[in-house]
C-alpha cells in the first residue's frame, strides 16, 4: 500500500511512523509513507496556502488551489499499476470512523490524506477532490495530524502479513460484531489475592468461548452502551 498525508507540520509524523508495527511494515516494503508539506505547492515565496473567508469571519481557510495542485502531483507521481485510491480529507465535520472502516481502507492501494487545519478549508475540496470526509470524534482539534496518524495506524495493522500472528485481529474489539473484547489475563493466576477466573484454567474451550462472549456482552454494556 503507498499512502500520501498532505500536512502543514511534517515534522509531527517522524515520531509515531518510525517506530512498532508501522515502522517494521515499511522496512517489509509492505506499505510506503511519504509526508507532504502542502506550502511546497504555494505560489508565493512564502508558502502561503490559506486566506481569509469570504463573508467574514474569524480564522483563516485552507485555500483549494495548492491542495489541487498537490493532488495532482501526488497523483502523476504514484505507480501506474494503482487501481483502487481513495483521497480523504481529516475533519471535525466527517463521517465517524470506526474499525469496519479501517478494514475498508486497508483494501485500498493508494490513501492520500489531506491534514485540515486553521478555521476550516473551501468548501470545493469536500466537493470535487475528496472521496470521503473522516472524523476520529465528537470533538475538534488543532489539525488533522493526529487523526491522521490514528487512522493510519488502525489500518496498517490490517494489511496482510504486517502483523507476525495474522489472526490476531480476528477476535479484537469491533471485529465482528460492535462489541468490545473480553477481558484478558496471564500469569500469575494470583497476584495480590486478585485471582483470574477460574474457568480460564479449566482448558474446557467451548465453556472458556460462551464465558467469554458474555464477559464482552457485560464490558459492552458497561463501557459502551451505545453500541
Known sequence: MKIDILTLF??????????????????KKLVEIKIHNLRKWADDKRGTVDDRPFGGGVGMVLMIKPIDKALEEIKKSASRNIKKRKIILLSA????????????????????FICGHYEGIDERVKEH??????????YVLTGGELPAMMIIDSIVRLIPNVL??????????????????????????????????????????????????KKAL?????????L
Open 93 to 112: 465535520s466527517g463521517k465517524s470512523f470506526n474499525q469496519k472502516k479501517a478494514k475498508e481502507l486497508s483494501k485500498e492501494d493508494h490513501l492520500i
Open 164 to 213: 507476525e500472528k495474522p489472526n490476531v485481529t480476528k477476535e479484537e474489539s469491533f471485529s465482528f460484531s460492535s462489541l468490545v473484547e473480553y477481558p484478558q489475563y496471564t500469569r500469575p493466576a494470583n497476584f495480590k489475592g486478585w485471582k483470574i477466573p477460574k474457568i480460564l484454567l479449566s482448558g474446557n474451550h467451548q465453556k472458556i468461548k460462551e464465558w467469554r462472549q
Open 129 to 138: 477532490l475528496v472521496d470521503e470526509e473522516i472524523s476520529v470524534g465528537d
Open 218 to 226: 457485560e464490558k459492552t454494556k458497561k463501557n459502551r452502551p451505545d
Open 10 to 27: 511534517p515534522k509531527m509524523f517522524k515520531g509515531p511512523f518510525d517506530e512498532s508495527i508501522i515502522k517494521r511494515a515499511q522496512k
